[in-house]
């Protein structure tokens, strides 16, 4: 029972749980198997026993003894066997078969070359019956087990908290030997399926944030604060602003606090005591990042740092010439650190005569990249060719960061894997040092995250390892007995990539950001792959691959959706209402189970997603809603208006002088456009040139029910400026100038107005919105309530009021 019971302890510490019997499907092949001839055959169990132990040195590094640790703990849990961990002590030999791990005597006798493994490089090596496993000085002995176990032993991590650990009686192999030392310092597949330490440490990555690994077991290439756009840490503007504008950049004549002017002498003074201090504060850090904020405007136009602009031909120039300094500056005490920098948008370009310190690092951003074809074969990308290679050419040690997602959809299907291999390549050939893969980093959810991490992860530890065999891999390994039609499935996606790259996928309007009315999305993708989904839920023999299948199913049940919900918001009607209400139902419970909360940056939760599906798909967008809520000790009545309003663009901005505002104005000929279904007048048909603006007309008679001693009208958000009148009034001004706001801010701002004394009781109301919008969606896009109350209200009460009528 002790023993049954430390067993399991084991396994549990080493994370196998529940989700790790999973099996492997029967198609399924080791992609990382090791190349080149095998040596003699090593049995390292047999019928519940072995032979061998595994041998550390006297005084292992917690590295080593972590390797040594994790090897018993799997082996035990592949064959059942527990592998004695023995120290080496003075004067006596191991006896018997060894597994050596680390710098051990044993290893020197054997004459085992450990050398020229840096940090994270391993070496695995055989003589007679002993294995030998080497690493480099940090995380190289874990390194070299995992490479063990994966690639000879073919065991998986494929996604965190999981296990594919093959069970077997008799343990043999012909072990390879080779050693391995990975070119990119930065191995960061940056998903959130990727953020966690164990599967970091498992997998091999080294991640700049969010995957921390604990220093004793190697860390990673630590960053002392923020990874990037740290302008606003280093010099804060609530700190020196006041007092000190010059300290900030100068853009059309005027200081503004976004950025740093970086050719005044105080700026980098403070600068550089703030990067010692950070230094001093973590002691593990490695870089230090220098950078501008995130945002325009993107540099100073001062005199002096335009003066350098000018001369080296960018605005990298000051940057540069600065981040030169601070390295500089820090060089002597920190002499293991280096200073990150960003060559982003209008600093991507090297300049003429500055070239980088030893000491400094280029974050070079792939801002120009067109999805649909690796940088080195399309015409979109020469510009970030020519940066890349620019500053390979002088020299410069460069960090990539990459944009592999759609970051307005996390959910929706990419097909980029061919992409994203031959990117990792270019880099690599012109200097890369660290690649960073940004994709779905909020949460659980992205379209095949879990595949992409492990498939990255793999490809940046060994940029030549092939792509299709490493997704074969996966979907035969992580999805069991249902990998047939997973596998299928991405067959299609892989195939839409080969035909379609050079026309419907190339560069498609948004870029990164598009919608799921890209033409490859079409009816035929959505209804074969759903029959594949159906195909693999059939089956899954266990829970755990139901509900993996059911993950990996979200994306195409997105794409559905929301294609639904566009033509409902063209058309006014769904095309079979009880099939899309049944998909949005095991969506919903698919989300919740799996904690799946974002769709992507800057656009509603899953959770607001899901509520306005069900609201417009079940509601007359003609009919009033009434409701009643409680707010602390205040009640409120309140009504959702109706969702079509009249609208008309008003392009000649003729609007105002012919009184479109009036309530006796005749709107008859003006068309219904919803407000309702967080989507402007740019869906539903009307003219989106912009700047442009459009009007929008209802007409209002309160219930009884909604009498109170305080009248509120509430908007939850309008894109970009509204002016709105109540019976020929105006009575609010919700602009960009009034507010203070920028377009970037107010168009998914909500706000409330006191139309206590606008408003007509017992009669009719017309109510007059004029809307400015600059550029994109355009209108109201969320509904519109009026709340009546005996008490005041503020905008964070009408929320919380608002919230209980959704």
Excluded at 445 to 453: H, L, N, P, Q, Y
Excluded at 541 to 569: G, W
Aim: net charge neutral.
């Amino acid at each position: 029972m002790k023993a049954f019971l430390l067993g399991i302890l084991v396994l549990l510490c080493l994370g196998v749980g529940l989700r790790a019997e999973v099996g492997v499907g029967g198609k399924w092949k080791n992609s990382l198997k090791p190349k080149g001839e095998g040596a003699e055959t090593l049995t390292l169990a047999s019928n519940g026993r072995t032979d061998y132990v595994i041998l550390l040195s006297g005084s292992p590094s917690t590295q080593e003894q972590k390797a040594a640790d994790d090897l018993g703990g799997w082996l035990k849990s592949m064959t059942g066997v527990e592998f004695s961990v023995v120290k080496e002590s003075a004067g006596v030999r191991p006896s018997g078969k060894v597994i050596s791990i680390g710098r051990t005597v044993f290893s020197a006798v054997n004459q085992i070359d450990s050398s020229r493994l840096g940090n994270e490089g391993y070496a695995i090596g055989v003589k007679g019956k002993n294995l030998f496993l080497m690493g480099g000085k940090t995380r190289g002995p874990i390194n070299a087990v995992y490479a063990l176990l994966e690639e000879d032993l073919d065991c998986r991590w494929y996604a965190r908290g999981t296990s594919t650990i093959p069970h077997v009686k008799t343990l043999k192999f012909r072990p390879v030997s080779r050693r391995f030392v990975p070119v990119l310092g930065i191995r960061d597949p940056f998903y959130w399926d990727a953020f966690e330490s164990t599967w970091a440490l498992r997998n091999r990555t080294n991640a700049r944030e969010n995957a921390d690994i604990p220093e004793e077991y190697g860390g990673n290439l630590n960053f002392a604060g923020f990874s990037h756009h740290t302008f606003a840490l280093l010099v804060p503007s609530s700190i020196y602003f006041k007092d000190h504008p010059e300290y900030f950049s100068e853009n059309n004549g005027k200081r503004n606090p976004h950025q740093l002017c970086i050719t005044n002498p105080d700026v980098l003074r403070i600068t550089i005591a703030r990067v010692k201090e950070l230094l001093k504060e973590n002691p593990h850090a490695e870089l230090i990042a220098v950078s501008p904020n995130y945002g325009p405007p993107s540099g100073c136009e001062c005199p002096d740092c335009q003066k350098i602009t000018d001369a080296e031909g960018s605005k990298s120039g000051p940057l540069l010439m600065f981040v030169n300094s601070v390295a500089d500056a820090i060089a002597k005490d920190f002499p293991d650190v280096k200073v990150a920098t960003t060559a982003y948008e209008q600093t991507l370009m090297p300049r003429k005569t500055i070239k980088p310190r030893p000491n400094v690092v280029i974050d070079l951003c792939t801002d120009s990249h067109a999805w649909p074809e690796p940088f080195l074969a399309i015409p979109e990308t020469k510009k970030f060719q020519a940066a890349m290679k620019g500053w390979a050419a002088i020299g410069a040690k460069i960090h990539i960061w990459d944009y592999t997602v759609n970051f307005a959809s996390f959910l929706a299907p990419m097909p980029n894997m061919q992409i994203v291999t031959e990117d990792i390549r270019f880099f690599l050939k012109y200097n890369a040092k660290g690649i960073s893969l940004q994709g779905g980093y909020l949460c659980a959810g992205t379209a095949d995250g879990i595949m992409k991490s492990w498939v990255w992860a793999k490809q940046l530890w060994d940029p030549s390892l092939d792509t299709r065999s490493l997704i074969r891999d996966f979907t035969y390994g992580y999805f069991g007995a249902a990998g047939e039609p997973m596998m299928e499935y991405q067959d299609m996606l892989w195939n839409i990539w080969e035909k379609e790259h050079r026309g419907l996928l190339k560069t498609p309007a948004g870029g990164c950001r598009y919608a799921m009315d890209l033409p490859v999305y079409t009816k035929h993708f959505l209804m074969k792959s759903e029959a594949l989904f159906e195909r693999a839920k059939g089956l899954a023999k266990d829970d755990e691959t139901m509900q993996r299948v059911e993950l990996a199913e979200l994306p195409v049940m997105y794409v559905d959706l929301s294609q639904n919900y566009r033509t409902l918001t063209k058309t006014g009607k769904l095309e079979q209402p009880e099939r899309f209400r049944n998909m949005l139902d095991r969506f919903e419970k698919v989300t919740r189970r799996e904690r799946v909360i974002e769709q992507g940056e800057g656009v509603p939760q899953i959770w607001e997603w899901i509520a306005l599906l069900r609201r417009v798909s079940g509601a007359n967008p003609d009919e009033m809603r009434q409701f009643s809520a409680s707010v602390g000790n205040a009640s409120a009545n309140a009504i959702r208006m109706p969702g079509r309003w009249k609208f008309c663009n008003d392009k000649d901005n003729v609007g105002v002088n012919n009184q479109w505002f009036a309530s006796a104005f005749d709107d008859s000929a003006w068309k219904g456009c919803r407000t309702d279904m967080d989507t402007g007048w740019d869906t539903q048909g009307f003219d989106n040139t912009t700047p442009m603006y459009g009007w929008y007309r209802a007409k209002l008679t309160l219930p009884e029910s909604v009498n109170g001693k305080h009248l509120y009208m509430f908007f939850g958000a309008v894109d970009e400026d509204a002016y709105v009148y109540v019976n020929g009034t105006l009575v609010m001004d919700h602009s960009c100038k009034s507010m203070g706001m920028t377009p970037d801010k107010i168009w998914n701002a909500p706000f409330m107005l006191d139309a206590t004394s606008a408003f007509k009781r017992g009669q009719e109301n017309v109510i007059a919105v004029r809307v400015y919008n600059g550029s994109r969606m355009g209108g109201i896009w969320r509904p519109v309530y009026v709340v009546s109350a005996d008490a005041e209200m503020d905008l964070s009460k009408l929320q919380a009021v608002v919230a209980q009528g959704q």
